[in-house]
């Protein structure tokens, strides 16, 4: 799908929502709080500014922000847990303005985290910056997945092969998949006015992941810590432009 000026225009606007709620919610998160409350401040944001959640009621999704703490991957339900020192949080969220979305995610550290939780969470984050990176029209869409895996094995760790990015634009979820990972096929060339949501989930221990009863919630299959990051990127003649950036 090529997106037009216009419509790249209005996903700048969503992903500005979807900044704030970076934002605000890396601010609240800290010993003590729920993350029912967490999931509070990013409901606040999305009414102040007059956008929609594109994540509540998504086939049934009770909450505006996903929160994973630890062992858990992605889909996290906000709820009673209370976030603790030495926790890592992924917060994934979402925005609608005039039908068009963003969708990014962070992992924060919480308080003195150990080692190996510091260093998943900054390989993390840089494998999704390397990924950005080559995010140039004219490349490849699985050139992504080949630098975000680079990054992440070269820390050590492994990147989730279940759940990967997308397409997005006028739905959150749009072909084609994004993985974080080489597929073995380079994909199609990347061109001006794509955008893509790339989002890579790497795991201290296996790659290997496990649906909780809730029918949301992934873990890790070993028990091990997970990160996850994600922004919104639109490729234009300039290279790439991150719409969710704060």
């Known amino acids: 799908m090529i997106r037009s000026p216009e419509e790249i225009e209005k996903m700048r606007r969503a992903g500005r929502v979807v900044a ?3 934002e605000r919610t ?26 929609r959640s594109n994540f509540l009621n998504y086939h049934g999704f009770p909450a505006v922000i996903c929160t994973s703490p630890n062992d858990m991957i992605v ?10 020192d030495g926790d890592i949080l ?41 990924g950005i990176d080559v995010m140039h029209a004219g490349n490849r869409l699985h050139d992504i997945g080949r630098e975000v ?7 050590g760790f492994s990147v989730v092969r279940k759940y990967v990015g997308h397409a997005i634009g006028t739905e959150m979820h749009e072909e084609p998949q994004v993985p974080n990972y ?44 997970s990160a996850h990051f994600e922004h919104t990127i639109a490729v234009t003649e300039d290279g790439p432009e991150v719409l969710t950036a704060p």
């Open 20 to 22: 704030e709620i970076l």
């Open 75 to 84: 889909h996290g339900i906000p709820g009673e847990y209370v976030v603790k």
């Open 149 to 155: 895996q680079r990054v992440a094995e070269a820390a």
């Open 182 to 225: 080489w597929p073995g096929t380079p994909g199609p060339r990347l061109k001006v006015g794509n955008v893509y949501a790339v989002e890579p989930m790497v795991n201290a221990g296996s790659y290997d992941t496990v649906e909780l009863d809730d029918g949301w919630s992934v873990v890790t299959e070993d028990g091990q810590l």
């Open 90 to 130: 992924s917060v994934d969220c979402g925005a609608i303005v005039e039908g068009y979305h963003g969708d990014a995610a962070y992992t924060v550290a919480v308080g003195e985290v150990s080692d190996v939780a510091r260093r998943l969470v900054e390989a993390t984050e840089r494998s999704l910056w390397a």
């Open 26 to 51: 890396r601010a609240a998160v800290r010993p003590g709080v729920t993350t029912r409350e967490v999931d509070a401040v990013a409901r606040e944001v999305l009414e102040r500014r007059g956008a």
